[in-house]
């Protein structure tokens, strides 16, 4: 089992940068596909970026690309979102999550954290 925990959300202005730290537990974090993931308010969770458990793969949703980028420290079990040029529709509780395999998919992850809170608002 993986326990994650997210971190290093807030409030930015639009055009800053955060990045969004998951730290997980138990020893076979570098066995997972690691995914983030983001829910504003009504509206359904969507997909962002995902990488693979060497951290060579990665894949973005078309919003977060050239914006956002995906990478892992298996080392430190951590797995990292920076996000840069941010707008207002970026605003939203974003998540980490585990799966099996390396998909955009968010039902086919087992793990998920608790989420962190981004706005970006002037």
């Known amino acids: 089992q993986v326990q994650l925990v997210e971190s290093g959300g807030g409030l930015v202005q639009p055009g800053g940068s955060l990045r969004l730290s998951c730290a997980a537990s138990?020893?076979?974090?570098?066995?997972?596909?690691m995914g983030w993931f983001r829910q504003a308010p009504g509206k359904e969770r969507e997909f962002v970026a995902v990488?693979?458990?060497?951290?060579?793969?990665?894949y973005y949703a078309d919003s977060a690309k050239g914006r956002f980028t995906i990478s892992r420290d298996n080392a430190k079990r951590t797995v990292y979102l920076q996000m840069n040029s941010l707008k207002p529709e970026d605003t939203a509780v974003y998540y980490c999550?585990?799966?099996?395999?390396?998909?955009?998919?968010?039902?086919?992850?087992?793990?998920w954290g608790q989420g962190t809170q981004v706005t970006a608002s002037s």
């Open positions: 990488i693979s458990e060497g951290g060579v793969r990665t």
């Open positions: 138990g020893r076979t974090f570098s066995s997972y596909v």
């Open positions: 999550a585990a799966s099996g395999r390396f998909t955009p998919i968010p039902t086919e992850y087992d793990y």
